[in-house]
């Protein structure tokens, strides 16, 4: 099997004040894209804050006073793209920025669209619109709205509902249970400037990441770091680290009723595997083979030759060392399921392994390694992932060592998984 090729090259270029910068070198995109992330320690106190902090930055700097002024600027910058998200992986809260541009190169004129982007990339994070000296109360009152209606939303997908209620289930107590866009009833308490002084301490003492991608200029790519230079930082916060392995306990069984008609059951280990760790790689494909495919056990034996299942997968959350089991239903099926899915497990660290799960397997990992090479903003999240985890691994090294993963190493990694907690989402008529 060929490995994948190696087109994209990274490099920590700088690092000043909080500061990283990181070039990621590829050029098979027409476009170069500019990503700045914020990395906070999730907590209560912060969680809503940094949620909505870039919501109501993007809507208005003191040159572009709305998003309709940005948007129209960016349509002169030969249709450039601008967006802002907050996720969380594992115990960190990113709030990111991004814009992406067509290369220079392309553009058959003296623009320099690179700088141009950066400088607007920068007005929307250093230079919000302001009224009286902190956030307009429209502004910040409408994207209140909007958040609430984000947390509100997450029950209308109810097999990530359950997934993610899982999640807040095993980690009672430790930073992973927070939402990653807050809670609706923190909203009410935060007025305008109480969030314009958490956003001076985002710009200011969050630690950052800034990743270049794309093919630009060494003179450009110094213009930037000489921008970031100029902001005005201190007393950079010292992140904590996240706790990965957790004593054992009891199994947590938990049940919540809902109106739905198909039952949800979710159950979740603990991996007590960092990404760091060469028992990382080896986790990865025992948990291909179990529920990452057609292929695998879960969907072969649960959902196709039992018929118990509408939908059965696994995940692993890496940062956190957390692995996920997730399956629909019939509501009368539970028990049934729930023994059936821990026997796959159970194959799995007896070495059970059959020659089509593993090759599969492999062969499924390295799809999906070739298919982040599809997007730069992609590309951009697997390598801040691999300085969230300590990791230093390419998509080509990572595919090597997955590739060289023997099944004695699945059944050692399968080994040190521990179950948590068993999840179930049912009908209120139950």
């Given at each position: ?52 902090v ?59 669209l690179?700088?141009d ?24 009152g ?18 990530q ?5 899982c ?186 392994i ?26 951009v ?25 023997t ?24």
């Amino acid at each position: 099997m060929d490995y994948i090729s190696s087109e994209e090259k990274v490099d920590k270029i700088d690092s000043f004040n909080g500061i990283e910068v990181y070039r990621v070198t590829v050029d098979k995109f027409k476009t170069n894209s500019i990503n700045i992330f914020f990395q906070d320690n999730l907590s209560r106190e912060n969680a809503t804050k940094n949620a909505l902090v870039p919501a109501v930055l993007r809507r208005g700097t003191n040159k572009h006073k709305s998003f309709k002024e940005i948007a129209l600027y960016l349509e002169e910058l030969y249709g450039a793209s601008f967006d802002c998200a907050v996720s969380k992986k594992g115990e960190y809260q990113i709030m990111q920025y991004y814009i992406d541009h067509v290369s220079d190169k392309y553009t058959g004129t003296d623009t320099n669209l690179f700088e141009d982007c950066m400088n607007l990339l920068l007005e929307i994070i250093t230079e919000p619109l302001l009224e009286n000296g902190v956030f307009r109360k429209d502004y910040l009152g409408q994207e209140k709205d909007n958040l609430k209606k984000i947390i509100e939303g997450r029950m209308n997908d109810k097999v990530q509902y359950a997934v993610e209620r899982c999640f807040e289930e095993m980690c009672k107590g430790e930073p992973f249970e927070i939402y990653e866009n807050g809670f609706i009833e923190d909203l009410n308490k935060i007025q305008e400037a109480d969030l314009f002084n958490h956003y001076k301490y985002i710009l200011e003492s969050l630690p950052m990441k800034v990743f270049i991608s794309g093919d630009v200029d060494d003179s450009k790519v110094q213009s930037a770091i000489a921008k970031l230079k100029n902001l005005k930082r201190s007393n950079i916060k010292d992140l904590s680290q996240p706790v990965i392995n957790k004593p054992k306990k009891d199994t947590n069984f938990v049940t919540e009723k809902l109106d739905v008609s198909q039952g949800k059951l979710s159950i979740g280990f603990r991996t007590n595997t960092a990404p760091n760790e060469k028992d990382y790689y080896s986790l990865v494909v025992c948990n291909s083979i179990l529920g990452g495919g057609i292929h695998s056990k879960l969907f072969q034996n649960v959902r196709e030759k039992e018929s118990l299942a509408y939908y059965a997968f696994s995940r692993l959350e890496k940062f956190k060392g957390l692995m996920m089991i997730s399956c629909g239903i019939e509501i009368s099926k539970k028990d049934k399921a729930h023994e059936l899915i821990l026997k796959q497990l159970e194959e799995i660290r007896q070495g059970n392994i059959s020659d089509y799960e593993y090759d599969s397997s492999i062969k499924s990992i390295k799809t999906g390694l070739e298919s982040l090479k599809d997007s730069q903003l992609a590309i951009v999240d697997f390598y801040l992932s691999q300085k969230i985890s300590n990791t230093n691994d390419t998509l080509k090294s990572l595919y090597e060592k997955f590739e060289a993963v023997t099944r004695g190493e699945i059944v050692n990694a399968a080994k040190k998984v521990e179950i948590d907690t068993v999840y179930f989402l049912t009908s209120e008529n139950q």
